[in-house]
């Protein structure tokens, strides 16, 4: 077992999100706690983050959901092929680009989670 | 708190792995435990597939971690502009390229994690 704590959360005045970071031009803040401030440092305005997110939102996983239909698809899928937060664990990822950070507090575009979402990692995001 | 619960680890032969995913081509597999193998449907050879890893050999976070030098540069970076496995949260991230399924295990190539690493989460890789 692996216990994780938030390091923030995201700040949104939106109520609707796209399904996909990749398709959204939304802004929000990750507003982190006070304490990791100095890990911040480095990242710059214009830069692409990847940001592992808590869907915290999600009911329990069951196994009925090892395949699902996606919105707008009319077939199931295999829950590890396509992006929905019902997942055995519930993680999400957003590559998302940096507007400005000032302290602990990063403006981001191109969100997909909801306001109030737990933020538990940001990495430098480098292309494949 | 947020509790996760492995859903396999990859399995591989490398004794040494490069830094990062975008610089490696080295082959590994990813083993499922046998409960989630129906979740793979519909992931295909070729595929690029992101990976929620545990960086399972990290010791527990130190603040004086909150800024690290990474090898082959010469001065401290904010631990959310880098990749390092020490982080306040040990989740990596890699972005691999599919070779084959079977089942349980899917070949892939690309792995910059070690032996025995436990997995977290598969999903579609979407370029943003």
Redo the contacts between chains.
Sequence with gaps: ???????GYLRSEHIEVPK???ISDLEGELVLAP??T??????EPG????V?F?FHKSPPFK?EK??QRPPHRDSK???????SPK?????G?S?L?VISIEKNVIRVS?IDMLDGT?I?????????
Tied chains: 1, 2.
């Design positions: 077992m692996i216990n994780l704590e938030p390091i996909h970071c990749s304490e990791y100095e890990g911040l440092v480095n990242i830069d692409k983050i990847a592992i808590n196994s090892l395949k899928k295999g829950v590890f092929s396509i992006c997942r055995p664990n519930p993680l990822l590559i680009e191109g737990p538990l990692d940001i990495k430098p995001y480098i292309a494949p």
